[in-house]
Structures are given as C-alpha cells and as structure tokens.
C-alpha cells in the first residue's frame, strides 16, 4: 500500500516490533551448559560448539547424545587456556600459599644464672592486618607447658609495618636444666588493634633442647598459621567447663605425681656452724600464677620447718604489690643443731595477699629427705656443705602443703 506524497505512513506495533527486534534470521538462546564441552559416546566434542548445529533443512536444534558432563583434568571453567588462571584465583587464600611472613631472633641459655635470654630482632614480610594494607605487630613469648599470664613476655608495638625491627631483649629468670629438656618457647606475632581484639598473625614454637649452654643460637623461621586457643574469660560457661575437663583428662592421662607449675623462687640455704642453724634466704621470685582480677598477685612467702611441735617455725615476708616478679633479699634464721635438721623438712608456701578475704594459695616446694630432684640436691648440699652458700631455684606446684592448709593468715 502507498500513501499520497506528504502522508504520515502508519504502522502498528507487531510490524514494529518485529523490524526492531527480529532484524535477521532468529538464533537459538545460549544456554550455561553451552558454556561447558559436551563429550559424546565415543568422547569427541564435535556437536559442541558455542550454539547448537543446525539440522540441515529443517532450521531446528538437533538434539546430541549427552553424557553426565564430564571434565578432563585439564580442562577449566573457560576453557584449557583458562585453567592456570583458575587455579591461582583458588589457591589466593587458601592456608598453603599465603605467606604469614618470617621472624628473626636469637636464643641464650645461661646455665650459671639459670636465665634464658631472648633477643627478638626483626620480622618481614608480615601478612597485612588493616585496612590499610599495614598492620601494627608486637610478639609475645610462653614456656609451655606453664601458666600462661606468668610466663608471657612481649615487646613493644611497631607502628604501620609489614617489616618491624624491635631488637629487643626479653629474659625468663630461674630456667634449670630440666626445663631445657622439656620445655617448648612459643613466640607469637600479633596485631594490636585498639578498637577490637588484638589479631593472630603467626607463631613458631622452639623446643629448648636445640639450646647448648652458653652458646647464641640465631634463629630465621617462617610463621606458622596455628590460631591460639581463646582465654577463659572470653571462654562460655560450657566451653570452660570442657576446657577444665580436658586439662584433667590430660593430667590423668601423664600420670600422677604430675603437678601445675605455679611460678619459680629462688631460695638461699646456708648451714652456720658458728651460729649452729640454718640461715634462709628468700631472694625472689620469679613468672607466678596471676590470682588477681587485673592480672598480677600481691605475693608474699611464709616458711616452716616440719615437723613444728611448738608451732614457732613460722616466718613470713613482706608482701609485694601488683606484681608476678617479686624481689624479697630477705632471710630467717632457724636455731638447730646439724644431725636433727636432716630429720626435718622446710616447706616454702607463696601466697597472694587479700584485703577482707582469705588469701590464696599460689604455690609451695618442700625441701627434705623426702624431697625429689633439684629440691632433695639443694637440701643434701646444705647438709654436706656446712658454712657454704647454695643459691638455686626451685619450681613452684600447686600442691598444698597439708599443715600449710590451716596457716593461710
């Protein structure tokens, strides 16, 4: 049909929409599967191409013999040429690949002062913690297995570094040779955050048998991923009800005889001839259990000479405040001739002082015929050795001395 020169030529929607959208011969939707190879029978893939094969003559999709999709090891999401680039979009965050970065420090066992001397150097390449790409670390250092409060040391905080340089000397006081055959060093890299908690980076953990006495010993390791378990107070009532039963399950497990260590003190004996007794000294103290709600204790140490008939055996130091490290230098001095003190026994209790309230129980060690390890050497040296100065530490348990029980004043 058509209009005079000068006409409006009218068309209605369908004509309208089929110029517009139908331009060309219509064409089949892809469909996701088209994205995939489709294998036949015989394992070829010559029917998949990006669309369908036409039938000849007939305009219609044929329909291919399918299989359950199959993929060759090779094979991607996009393709074999995509498959490397899949791989490392999978492997960007897993726990293999992802670098926690290295920590450089040196260990020192002095066997003559009983001290180990940690000197925390640097790290790098630490993973990023904030938003900006930084993170802020610090380290801190447990003996395991020991209470963890009293034995944590750690450095300062390094400000918006993934390289931090601390060069920093950290000492745990009254380590003896038994604690270098069993004792582990663990050192943790953190993040201080100061709107939220403090976030894990890594750690490495040293057994301290690889130490040789009075030799440096340079250590360079990679961090490990090994998230720390949370503290009791961060703890549900059921899950600290789980992780008090699992300790004891642990300790029945090692066997009796199996104590908690408590913290460590260093004790003088010394045998007078001239005076006919026993002069001790209580010089200090050293990584006790924390008793207090702020984290530390106010410690004091009471000292008894068992058996105590006449109950006059009893002498007690001053407290110190707010502190886990106490330095007392104080002694006490017991009248008693040599053959009737080897029948006797010194029992050293510390406890944490409290206003209004009992105090509590930190630990005790007892030295005495029937002592063992380091506390029967050190009270069979004092016997032998009269007028010399022995000067020792001594490991802290959480066993109660039964006479101390009723003596906590």
Known sequence: MRGRRGDRMTINIQEHMAINVCPGPIRPIRQISDYFPRLGPEGGGSGAGPYPQLSPGTGAAATPSLTPLALSPGAGIRGAGASEEGAEVDSYDSDDTTALGTLEFDLLYDQATCTLHCSILRAKGLKPMDFNGLADPYVKLHLLPGACKANKLKTKTQRNTLN???????MYRGITDEDITRKVLRISVCDEDKLSHNEFIGETRVPLRRLKPSQKKHFN????RQVPLASPSSMTAALRGISCYLKELERAEQGQGLLEERGRILLRLTYSSQRQGLLVGIVRCAHLAAMDVNGYSDPYV???????????????TSVK??????EFNEEFFYEMELPALATKTLEVTVWDYDIGKSNDFIGGVSLGPNSRGEALKHWGDCLRQPDATLERWHTLTSELPPAAASFSA
Not at 164 to 170: F, I, K, M, S, Y
């Open 302 to 316: 009471k000292t008894y000479l068992r058996p105590d008939v006449e109950k006059k055996s009893k002498h007690k």
């Open 221 to 224: 390791i990679c961090l490990e």
């Open 321 to 326: 405040k707010k502190t886990l490290n106490p």
């Open 164 to 170: 931090p340089v601390w060069n920093e000397d950290l």
